[in-house]
């Protein structure tokens, strides 16, 4: 074993387990959410060609990818296979400037997180509705009727993608 692959083992190590931690860190953190109010859309679409899709419906709302954890991609980086598994973070600047104004507290929501997984089935999208995200911080009603609007983008960013 040379120290180079050494060097990149050890590398592929640290983000696996960075992205870990995250993943640990957000469940933790959202344990006594309840799952229920998730929205859920299946589809029998392989799960690359609904990433496209749903990349596609995204960009056509005019919301922004702001990150993509790829939890598949780290597993393969250790020789591990699992389901297609992904957290894409969307927002908007638009949005952003809206709900920082309204609340500053709120920020610590954004980006708003779509989890797309591989079934036997095809894919499955899930999120929670932005009004139920912000809900703790909407004592202003802009928050709230930013929330609305974000609902309704994030619904039809849904449909379009299983349609």
């Known amino acids: 074993m040379t120290i180079s692959s050494i060097l990149n083992r050890r590398s592929s190590l640290t983000v696996f387990s960075i992205c870990v931690v995250f993943l640990f860190v957000s469940i933790s953190v959202r344990a006594h959410e309840d799952i229920s109010v998730r929205q859920v859309y299946k589809s029998e679409l392989v799960f690359d060609t609904f990433l496209v899709r749903l990349k596609a419906a995204i960009k056509e709302e005019k919301m922004g990818l702001v990150a993509e954890a790829c939890a598949d991609c780290g597993a393969r980086s250790i020789g591990v296979e699992i389901p297609g598994n992904r957290v894409l973070m969307i927002f908007n600047p638009h949005f952003a400037v809206r709900m920082l104004k309204a609340n ?3 920020g610590v ?3 708003l997180r ?3 997984t591989e079934t036997e089935a095809g894919s499955q999208l899930s999120y929670r509705k932005p009004s139920e995200v ?3 911080y909407s004592s202003s009603g802009d928050l709230a009727k930013m929330a609305k609007e974000l609902d309704l983008i ?3 960013i849904a449909k379009n993608t299983v349609r």
């Open 104 to 106: 500053m507290e709120a």
């Open 109 to 111: 929501e954004a980006p």
């Open 114 to 116: 779509l989890y797309v």
């Open 134 to 136: 912000f809900a703790p």
């Open 154 to 156: 994030l619904e039809r």
